[in-house]
């Protein structure tokens, strides 16, 4: 399926924040953070490069979300950050602006912990996503939060 | 200046940044053919390593460090030519003993332009539309090999890390191009209100980044070093003498303002670079010192 119309919209240079909260009681740490939006293989899926920092050090991430069958979506996430090589393949749902998937950490010591993840169109130059970890009594608790405007183009 | 962004409290000024050419012993010839070939150019000073000069207002430094390095197709300087004569004659000038890397004729971007590497190796895109007003001169930055596809990344992050940029124009690869769909067929960006343009190009090229042209950004202060240094080198890689990789693989050299005076003494300028010559990022205080 082709990326939606809206989400294809989200395609060039954006700046924004980066929140990241380690765990519940730690403090929120901010960042600049900067994307860029693109369209792959046919414009079958959605990709978002996105970088952020932590204590001053630079780090890099992607997303990669497939558009299914009947509202269903895939996802590949890697972030030099959150993870040490090995990709996070996640399932959900669309419904309109809203994607929403979630994967099983694949360790074995925390198989019954999840990672979600929400990314929303709100407006052509706007877009945001979320993070959670889901505990595995399935509370869940913000860990990541990033919000983007579009980088203004003098010519357009 | 935001603290929140830059977590200083002194003014990050609008600093220069000019390119580099690393040449072998003949940067004054190099200065010589560039000044000859574009109106309004000179040479504003020289030494055996290094000569300024300025073409119609863009200074460039001419750097004699031997024959490690060579300018490649990777950065090019764009012209953007008064006429479609000033194209011709630029590039019959600059293409003596040079090579062509597409020739001269009529392009659907223009309708007089040829790409040319001269005799030292420096490229030269000379351009004429009569719709185009932007600068004279602007440094156009190829992301080939396993840097093609990054020119968008580089150009949202070259506008983030120098305060007074902006983002001119982005024109994007389509169905019919021959390149990879949606990555940047040509960008043109500012950065300190100086001209850059950049391009993906995912063909075999056998050139990528180097240190045969740098950018040098002029600083007032430590302050501003330390800034341009710690954003520039994250993700790249720290080097010696102020130089520096960033992450894309460019060149850039964070030099202090004050170090041309401290060489102008030729007393003290030995001693000022036996101190830097120890030096990765620049150290004022120690130059001074010296």
Known sequence: MKVTENFAKLVGMWSGSNRLT??????????????CVGLEANQNFLKINYEWSFDGKSHEGLMIFGFGKEAKMTSVWVDSFHQSGDFMNSVGMIDGDKISVKANYTQPEYADWAW????????????????????????????????FTRRKIIAE | LRNKRRNVTVKIMKNSIYPCIWLDGNAKEAADLYCYTFANSAVKSENPMVVIFELNGQKFMGLNGGPIFKPNASISVFVNCESPEEVEKSYLSLGDGGSVLMPLDKYPWSEKYGWVQDKFGVNWQLFYNENDDS????????????????AEGAINFYTKVFDES?????????????????????????????AFRAMDSSGDHKFTFNEGISFVVDCENQTEIDYFWEKLTNGGQESQCGWLKDKFGVSWQIVPKILAELMGDAERSQRVIAAFMKMKKFDIKKLIEA
């Not at chain 1, 595995?136 to 860990?143: I, L, N, R, S, T």
């Open chain 1, 22 to 35: 380690m765990a519940p009681e730690d403090p929120v740490r901010n960042s600049e953070s900067t994307a």
């Open chain 1, 116 to 147: 979600r993840t929400n990314l929303e169109f709100i407006d052509e130059n706007t877009f945001s996503f979320t993070m959670y970890n889901v505990f595995p009594d399935g509370k869940e608790a913000v860990a990541v939060e990033s919000s």
């Open chain 2, 135 to 150: 600068e004279k001169f602007s440094l156009c930055l190829m992301f080939t090999g396993e840097q093609a596809g990054r």
């Open chain 2, 166 to 194: 902006s983002i001119v124009s982005i024109s994007r690869y389509g169905a019919d191009d021959h390149d990879i769909l949606g990555t940047i067929k040509h960008g043109m960006f500012s950065l300190n209100n100086h």
